[in-house]
């Protein structure tokens, strides 16, 4: 069973930055692919960055492009999100999710999620 811890929310003012931690244990920790992953209040999850454990090709949802960067430590198993130039609309409980293989189409979501909170 894997297990995910995501830390580093907070409050920011807008403009401001954080840095977003996943870490992962339990079973042997090889997937296909990591994604940070976002829910607002009252809507539903939404994507937000992903990355391929091995080799690290990145992807984004076209609204951070820019201004998040999504990377990872692979020794220690460990995923980030860095958010540059966060806006109120970025407020959301933010999820990593883990996507095993390449056959299975859907990330799974084993952690509580850290809440970031943009306001002045």
């Known amino acids: 069973q894997v297990q995910l811890a995501e830390s580093g929310g ?4 807008p403009g401001g930055s954080l840095r977003l931690s996943c870490a992962a244990s ?11 992953f976002r829910q607002k209040s009252g809507n539903e999850r939404e994507y937000v960055a ?3 454990w091995i080799g690290g090709s990145r992807y984004y949802a076209d609204f951070v492009k820019g201004r ?12 980030y999100l860095e958010m540059h130039n966060l806006q109120p609309e970025d407020t ?6 883990e996507r095993p293989t390449i ?5 799974h ?3 509580q999620g850290t809440q970031v909170i943009v306001s002045t």
Do not use: H
């Open 109 to 111: 979501f084993w952690g």
């Open 26 to 36: 339990g079973r042997t920790f090889s997937p296909w692919r990591m994604g940070w």
């Open 50 to 52: 992903s990355i391929t």
């Open 10 to 13: 907070g409050w920011v003012q």
């Open 92 to 97: 959301a409980v933010y999820y990593c999710g």
């Open 68 to 79: 998040f960067t999504i990377s990872k430590d692979n020794a220690n198993k460990m995923l």
């Open 103 to 107: 056959e299975i189409n859907e990330f």
